[in-house]
């Protein structure tokens, strides 16, 4: 006997057949946002830094040899000239003695060639001799000139390596690194102390590659001391290196202090403000920044379509976790702020407070 479905199933599966799916919802994306507006909560870009001396050299012996004294201690004032460590000199003061005695030998042996010279011009007048004879004597007398002059030389340059081994200033300054002891042997070239030069003070600082133009156009430079905060001193930029550091890619820069006192130590922790620069009039957090190609952008919020549209911006001054950006933006436009990474250009949006 063959069965057959109840009425009621019946009709309610063929209400399902004719039933059509709903459309998805769309897809709105909680950000946040904020309204772009004159950067006047930018502050002062600050970088830390070390008080240097302008000119510090690593000084070092022309010669090698022991070490037999030391005269400085790390931090020591020294004059221009004032020794400052000795070698042994002993090896030295030998190889000048024998230089000197092998001077007077051959000073000895050229006067004997040019008194036989002088005998046997006056023979070969008489014609007692041969020229040939002439000419080998005069040839034994200029070559015991040369070998004079070649031992002369070679003395005077054994007294100049017994010199160099008195390690001497060559202007007055302030020790600001030892690195040897007596009884130390050290190589010819090898740095032993370093020494910074009394005179201009300057602070070195580390720039990021985005922030060189606003270092160079700087209109004013503020240097400032961690010990004094609330003293300044004018600074110039003297020097800024054209390779960044290949560990942490940055520049190197030098600001000159003007004014500097005894106030400004070596060694001193300072900061360096850039002041009155061409500060650009928008800001916005660096949290809204993307790259795209290495060019930077923010997403801009469409208020009436309630989409985001991608746009490329031009930045300036970086400082905490602001931005300035100088082109690009209009005041009052909406950027989002979170959530960057996660939208697509037409993305709807919805804006959290």
């Not at 002088?118 to 000419?135: G, P």
């Not at 006192?261 to 403000?273: F, I, K, Y």
Request: net charge positive; charged share 25%; aromatic share 4%.
């Amino acid at each position: 006997m063959r069965k057959t479905l109840p009425p009621l199933l019946f009709l309610a599966l063929l209400a399902a057949c004719d039933k059509t799916p709903a459309p998805p919802a769309p897809d709105v994306r909680p950000v946040r946002a904020e309204q772009v507006g004159i950067g006047a909560d930018v502050q002062p870009v600050r970088y830390a830094g070390e008080i240097r001396a302008r000119h510090e050299a690593d000084l070092a012996f022309r010669v090698g040899g022991r070490v037999r004294e030391r005269s400085v201690e790390t931090g020591s004032a020294v004059r221009a000239g004032q020794v400052i460590a000795t070698l042994d000199p002993s090896d030295y003061a030998l190889a000048a003695r024998a230089a000197r005695s092998q001077l007077v030998a051959a000073e000895a042996e050229a006067r004997l060639a040019h008194e036989d010279l002088k005998r046997y011009t006056e023979l070969r007048e008489k014609n007692f001799i041969a020229q040939a004879e002439l000419d080998r004597r005069s040839t034994a007398a200029a070559a015991a000139d040369a070998q004079v002059r070649a031992l002369r030389a070679d003395a005077a340059r054994q007294a100049n390596q017994n010199s160099y081994t008195r390690l001497t200033a060559p202007h007055a300054g302030v020790v600001t690194a030892v690195m040897f002891e007596a009884g130390q042997v050290v190589a010819a070239g090898q740095p032993v102390v370093r020494l910074a030069q009394t005179g201009e003070r300057e602070v070195r600082i580390d720039v990021p590659e985005n922030a060189l133009d606003a270092l160079r156009g700087a209109k004013r430079l503020r240097v400032r001391l961690w010990a004094a905060p609330d003293k300044g001193y004018d600074g110039r930029l003297r020097e800024l290196a054209p390779m960044a550091d290949p560990a942490t890619r940055t520049y190197a820069a030098r600001v000159a202090i003007a004014g500097a006192d005894e106030a400004v130590r070596l060694g001193m922790t300072a900061s360096v403000e850039i002041e009155g620069g061409d500060a650009p009039a928008l800001s916005i957090p660096q949290s809204a920044l993307f790259k795209v190609n290495g060019q930077p952008q923010v997403w801009v919020v469409d208020a009436k379509a309630g989409t985001v549209v991608a746009r490329a911006v031009a930045l300036g001054v970086l400082a905490g976790e602001r931005a300035a950006v100088s082109s690009g933006l209009v005041a009052g436009e909406w950027v989002v702020t979170a959530g960057v990474h996660k939208l697509a250009p037409g993305q709807r949006v919805r804006l959290v407070q």
